[in-house]
């Protein structure tokens, strides 16, 4: 089992729609979590930290954490075609940041 | 406030050759740490380097090194290039306890 699991897509939403990305996680005691954007060629950005249980919420950005599941969300309100990128979720174990592969995201006009 | 600044942008080497990567984190950052990303594996953690010490260490082989200078900046080395080492080379800098990384524009190698 991988450590930080995502699907790899591609995810197609029209634009304005609700684009909703997941993420699991397989260490328990993990108690950091982030969301990175990667445009094609580019580093990743970050987007998004949560550290507990619930939702935080960011401009059209909201990331959802549930540690009992250990499953972490990402969703993007009012998708536009600047959204187009790969999503990356990074899990925080026990001494080092763990990566998913990340998911492909496609907003189209 | 500056980001973290990798050198060079691009590299073309030849197998056998070794490489050096620079990398210079955000001011105030002390912990440094190295990634590899490729098509097929994603991000790969290479090592992080914390005061001058090596923290982590991922499972890569050793050819692969690094260290860190009293400055924070870090170097990682290649050494025997071989094909597979073909990728993306990003740095990243984080702040202290479970801050957030953030990324360099990273390095392309590419060996032929």
New interface residues.
């Given amino acids: 089992q991988k450590e930080v699991e995502q699907n790899s897509g591609p995810l197609s939403v029209p634009e304005g729609a609700i684009a909703s990305l997941n993420c699991t996680y397989s260490d328990r005691g993990s108690q950091s979590f982030f969301w990175y954007r990667q445009y094609s060629g580019k580093s990743p950005e970050l987007i998004m930290s949560i550290y507990s249980n619930g939702d935080k919420e960011d401009g059209r950005f909201t990331a959802q954490l549930n540690k009992a599941s250990q499953y972490v969300s990402l969703l993007i309100r009012d998708s536009q075609p600047s959204d187009s990128a790969t999503y990356l979720c990074a899990v925080l174990g026990t001494d080092k940041l763990i990566f998913g592969t990340g998911t492909r995201l496609q907003v189209f006009p | 406030k500056a980001g973290v600044t990798q050198t060079p942008r691009y590299l073309i080497k030849t197998r056998g050759q070794q490489v050096t990567l620079s990398c210079s984190p955000i001011s105030g950052h002390r912990s440094v740490?190295w990634?590899q990303q490729t098509p097929g594996?994603?991000?790969q953690?290479l090592f992080?380097y914390f005061s001058e010490t090596q923290?982590?260490k991922?499972n890569f082989p050793g050819r692969f090194s690094g260290r860190q200078f009293s400055n924070s900046r870090s170097e990682m080395n290649v050494s025997t290039l071989e094909l597979g080492d073909s990728a993306?080379y990003?740095c990243a800098s984080s702040g202290t306890g479970?801050s957030?990384?953030?990324?360099?524009?990273?390095t392309r190698l590419t060996v032929t």
Wanted: proline residues 5%; neutral net charge; aromatic residues 16%.
């Fill in positions: 740490s990634y594996q994603g991000l953690f992080e923290r982590n991922g993306l990003l479970n957030p990384l953030h990324f360099g524009n990273g």
